[in-house]
């Protein structure tokens, strides 16, 4: 079987492919909390009126005229997709493939590099310098050479923060490359590249509902850029990808963004001292963030990942270090406690 594989799949692992047991789950940048009973009944009327028997409105139309107002741009700048993944894998088959390149930063969200991979695309590594910031140069360089598509998450996953708005404005203004700007965090850290999409058509931004909105479950992504962009990416869509029900509900959700600035607020408030006792921490290196998580650094990162794993608590490790997702106030207390015991009885032992 495997000789019929394409080669490039063959070395790519499949994304949570099992499940991991645990009692505290802070690994993937969920939200701690689920939608209230109010807005569950609101989704339950709209349940009501789907026609299920029926194909979803192709256009997304309804969910684009509330994006639009949300985000600040027109309808015909907009995408939706199931989950920005979605969204990346669109632009990999539009403007990736055999002999063009995936430029992006090193460490990054992983699924560049994995559908870059999938989709034919070289992958290009760019390792991130000093203080986690953006070798801008050097991309812009590796963006000349060939045909090339730039992603750049804004803030950065794992590292937590956003790079300097100059370097990444540097790219977008020096390459003719497409630049993805991933702003999957956006709420969380309120910068963003929105406000540049008139002034560069080869600028893209995407977004996503799992975040802020507390959405994971019903895989939903936009994407915002020039109009022609959109119209390249037509071509590869699938028909009617955003199916009925996640189109109704994230309509709703786009209604109550008082609850979403709500929950975003806590979830900050409990970043930022989640933060401060990390610092308090021997042994411990945080490094400060406009997400949902925290990127640390330990000398042992193994041990303690699986020390806080046999105590029902799962993190997740990531390039040298290992990354909490912000939880309930008690999830985080618990991390916490549970990471000083790993820490001190390390040492003892
Ligand atoms: N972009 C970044 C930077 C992410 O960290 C994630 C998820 N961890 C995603 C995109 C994926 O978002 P979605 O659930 O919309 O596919």
Redesign the pocket.
């Known amino acids: 079987m495997e000789r019929l594989i394409r080669p490039s799949i063959l070395g790519i692992a499949p994304y949570n492919a099992k499940p991991i047991p645990c009692r505290v789950k802070l690994d993937?940048?969920e939200s701690p909390y689920d939608l209230p009973q109010g807005i569950k009944s609101k989704i339950k009327d709209a349940v009501q009126r789907i026609h299920f028997n029926l194909y979803p409105d192709p256009e997304a139309g309804t969910l684009k005229e509330g994006l639009a107002d949300y985000a600040g741009v027109s309808p015909d700048m907009i995408l939706v997709?199931?989950?920005?993944?979605?969204?990346?894998l669109y632009l990999l088959l539009c403007f990736g493939g055999e002999g063009r390149r995936a430029i992006f930063p090193e460490p990054?969200?992983s699924?560049y590099s994995t559908l870059a991979k999938i989709t034919g695309t070289e992958t290009y590594p760019v390792p991130l310098g000093e203080g986690f910031e953006l070798n801008d140069s050097k991309m812009i360089d590796r963006a000349k050479e060939k045909p090339s598509i730039v992603f750049i998450?804004y803030?950065?996953?794992p590292t937590g923060d956003c790079f300097k708005r100059e370097k990444v404005l540097r790219i977008i203004r020096e390459t003719d490359s497409l630049v993805v700007i991933?702003e999957?965090?956006y709420e969380f850290s309120k910068e963003g590249f929105a406000a540049d999409l008139s002034a560069y058509k080869n600028l893209v931004i995407?977004?996503?509902?799992?975040?802020c909105f507390g959405l994971?479950g019903i895989?939903?992504?936009y994407l915002m850029a020039d109009a022609e962009v959109i119209s390249w990416l037509n071509k590869v869509r699938l028909p009617y990808n955003l199916n009925s029900l996640s189109q109704e509900i994230a309509v709703i959700l786009l209604a109550e963004k008082a609850w979403m600035e709500k929950i975003t607020g806590e979830i900050i408030c409990q970043r930022d001292w989640l933060y401060n006792e990390l610092l308090k921490i021997q042994g411990i290196k945080p490094y400060q963030s406009k997400?949902n998580f925290i990127y640390f650094e330990t000398d042992n990162p193994d041990k303690v990942y699986s020390r806080l794993l046999a105590d029902g608590i799962l993190i997740k490790q990531v390039s040298a270090g290992l990354r909490v997702t912000i939880g309930k106030a008690e999830e985080n207390q618990e991390f916490l406690d549970k990471l000083i015991f790993s820490c001190s009885s390390k040492k003892i032992s």
């Open positions: 993937i940048m997709g199931n989950g920005s993944d979605e969204l990346i990054t969200f699924m998450a803030p950065n996953n991933d999957a965090y995407i977004r996503t509902f799992s975040k994971a895989r939903c992504g997400t």
